[in-house]
C-alpha cells in the first residue's frame, strides 16, 4: 500500500506561483514514477507531469512546459509540482499519483496506469 497526501494548493491571481507537495509513506519511494494530474470541473483527469523512479526523466503536457516543474526528493519520499505564470486555466483539483514501474512508459501519461492517488488539492487561480 501506498499513501500519497497532497497539500499547497490555494488561490493565487493570474501570473502567480503554487508551490505543490506530495507526501508519500508505504513501499519504496523511489520504485515508482510519479505523476501529477489535474480535473477541471466538467472535464476529464488530464495528464499535468510525469517523473521517474531516479528523478532523471521528466516529461509534461505541452500547456504547461516552460511553467511547471515536476521534482522529487526520494530521501524525503516528497513529490513537488513548481508551478509559475499561472493561468486560469490551470484552475482545477490537482492529483499526484504513484505508478507501478520506475521508468516513464507510455502508461504513465494516462491515469489508468497509476494504482495510487492522492485525494487531490484544489489550485485555483483568478483573472
Known amino acids: 500500500q501506498v499513501q500519497l497526501v497532497e497539500s499547497g494548493g490555494g488561490l493565487v491571481q493570474a501570473g502567480g506561483s503554487l508551490r505543490l507537495s506530495c507526501a508519500a509513506s508505504?513501499?519504496?519511494?523511489?520504485?515508482?514514477?510519479m505523476g501529477w494530474f489535474r480535473q477541471a470541473p466538467g472535464k476529464e483527469r488530464e495528464f499535468v507531469a510525469a517523473?521517474?523512479?531516479?528523478?532523471?526523466?521528466?516529461d509534461y503536457v505541452d500547456s504547461v512546459k516552460g511553467r511547471f516543474t515536476i521534482s522529487r526528493d526520494n530521501a524525503k519520499n516528497t513529490l513537488n509540482l513548481q508551478m509559475n505564470s499561472l493561468k486560469p486555466e490551470d484552475t482545477a483539483v490537482y492529483y499526484c499519483?504513484?505508478?507501478?514501474?520506475?521508468?516513464?512508459?507510455?502508461?504513465?501519461?494516462?491515469?489508468?496506469?497509476?494504482?495510487?492517488w492522492g485525494q487531490g488539492t484544489q489550485v485555483t487561480v483568478s483573472s
Open positions: 517523473i521517474s523512479g531516479s528523478g532523471r526523466n521528466t
Open positions: 508505504g513501499r519504496s519511494f523511489s520504485t515508482s514514477a
Open positions: 499519483a504513484a505508478h507501478p514501474a520506475a521508468a516513464l512508459s507510455g502508461s504513465a501519461y494516462s491515469f489508468e496506469g497509476y494504482n495510487y
